[in-house]
């Protein structure tokens, strides 16, 4: 079993910036892929970013450039620096971890106004 929190959404204008934080309830050093997703009001939730125990990274295109996602093992914890935010980046955005199930965190809401 692993809970997940994550925390560090808000509301900020465009261009603006934010971090989110996602702290596992256990040791995340073995944890393979570790990710961020987010769902916006009417559309399906949607993969943003990926890292794996190595520090690969992967990201979907509307994001690279701006956001960077990283993890670390000591805190338990995986980031999300979110960086020129624009109104479309408007979304609950889940924290995810894969072992041999899959682990949601509750979502923090993500705002940007124009």
């Known amino acids: 079993q692993v809970h997940l929190v994550e925390s560090g959404g808000g509301l900020v204008q465009a261009g603006g910036s934010l971090r989110l934080s996602c702290v596992a309830s256990?040791?995340?050093?073995?944890?393979?892929?570790m990710g961020w997703y987010r769902q916006a009001p009417g559309k399906q939730r949607e993969l943003v970013a990926v890292?794996?125990?190595?520090?690969?990274?992967n990201y979907t295109d509307s994001v690279k450039g701006r956001f960077a996602i990283s993890r670390d093992n000591a805190k338990n914890t995986m980031y999300l620096q979110m960086n020129s935010l624009k109104p479309e980046d408007t979304g609950v955005y889940y924290c995810?971890?894969?072992?041999?199930?899959?682990?949601w965190g509750q979502g923090t809401q993500v705002t940007v106004s124009s």
């Open positions: 995810n971890v894969r072992t041999t199930l899959t682990y």
């Open positions: 256990r040791s995340i050093l073995g944890i393979f892929t």
């Open positions: 890292i794996t125990s190595g520090g690969n990274t």
